[in-house]
């Protein structure tokens, strides 16, 4: 079965009460309960964890090594930050989809640049807690058609 994981970053544990005009108001555990009942729809597992330390979501993408077959993150304020981060997604090689709850680009200026835009499969901003829903069908779009590549060149 497919496996996917969902990493948060710093200040979403937050969410619900966060910034509510950007973020919305969906608490992180109602946003992760969406996130499981998608994926039990959808016929995959899904794992999720927030950290507000960019040390443990390094950790976290190291651990998914053989583990998981995609990683949906939303790096919060690393994502415009931490080349740790960029360089443990790197490392790993896992395929990768980066969502934010708000538009990125619509925002102040230092919040367009993304550390791991050039390196995963693509980018989702903007649409709340839909952005979540929508890389993870991202992401297993992305694999089913890797999978049928393969399926092809064998
Ligand atoms: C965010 C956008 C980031 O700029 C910000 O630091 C966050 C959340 C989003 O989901 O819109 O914490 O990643």
Redesign the pocket.
């Known amino acids: 079965m497919m496996h996917i994981l969902v990493l948060h970053?710093?200040?979403?544990n937050l969410l619900g009460g966060r910034e509510p005009e950007?973020?919305g108001r969906h608490s992180l555990d109602e946003i992760n309960q969406k996130l499981l009942a998608f994926g039990g729809q959808a016929g995959i597992t899904i794992e999720t964890f927030q950290s507000n330390a960019e040390g443990a979501l390094v950790d976290a993408i190291q651990g998914a090594i053989g583990k998981t077959d995609a990683i949906v993150i939303?790096?919060?304020?690393y994502?415009?930050t931490s080349v740790a981060i960029r360089d443990a997604l790197l490392a790993v090689g896992i395929p990768t989809v980066e969502?934010?709850?708000?538009n990125?680009h619509g925002?102040e200026s230092f919040?367009k640049r993304s550390l791991i835009a050039d390196i995963v499969i693509g980018q989702i901003?903007g649409f709340g807690t839909q952005?979540y829903l929508l890389g993870i069908q991202g992401a297993i779009d992305y694999l089913q058609t890797q999978t049928i590549k393969e399926d092809k060149t064998v």
């Open positions: 970053g710093p200040n979403l950007w973020y939303n790096p919060a304020a994502t415009h969502v934010h709850l708000s990125i925002r919040r901003a952005s």
